[in-house]
């Protein structure tokens, strides 16, 4: 998969302080960059940074995004993280703690087809939060 954008679009400095201050704040929460694989077909995103909870599964947060990019349910989702499939039962601290980057950030990349792995995708959402956020403030997303 190619380099992330938000990582092309800011400094390694900026995105350490980002994270930091952050994960000082929100000491429960993981943060996530989000991103479109290059030549997927599903929708685009409109957030690229998330706060999830940490005790989140992947397969909820998939959820998450295929909730926020509105695909329809026959529509195929899958993410990776660090070019590999994450169970749908993993939490998301323990991804994080494995596959976080240099910066503290977790990469996200989202595919409507995947040609590395299969798995059985079915997830339940219990109405977590999870939060969206900019630079200025951080708001809560269902």
Do not use: C
């Amino acid at each position: 998969m190619a380099k992330s954008y938000f990582k092309q679009e800011h400094d390694l400095e900026k995105r350490r302080a980002e994270a930091a201050r952050i994960r000082e704040k929100y000491p429960d929460r993981i943060p996530v960059i989000v991103e479109k694989a290059e030549r997927s077909d599903i929708p685009n995103i409109d957030k690229k940074k998330y706060l999830v909870p940490a005790d989140l599964t992947v397969g909820q947060f998939v959820y998450v995004i295929r909730k926020r990019i509105k695909l329809s349910a026959e529509k195929a989702i899958f993410i990776f993280v660090d070019n590999v499939l994450p169970p749908t039962g993993a939490i998301m601290s323990a991804i994080y703690e494995e596959k976080k980057d240099e910066d503290g950030f977790l990469y996200v990349t989202y595919s409507g087809r995947t040609t590395q792995a299969h798995t059985n995708y079915n997830w339940v959402w219990n109405k977590k939060q999870v939060w969206v956020w900019n630079e200025k403030q951080a708001f809560e997303w269902e």
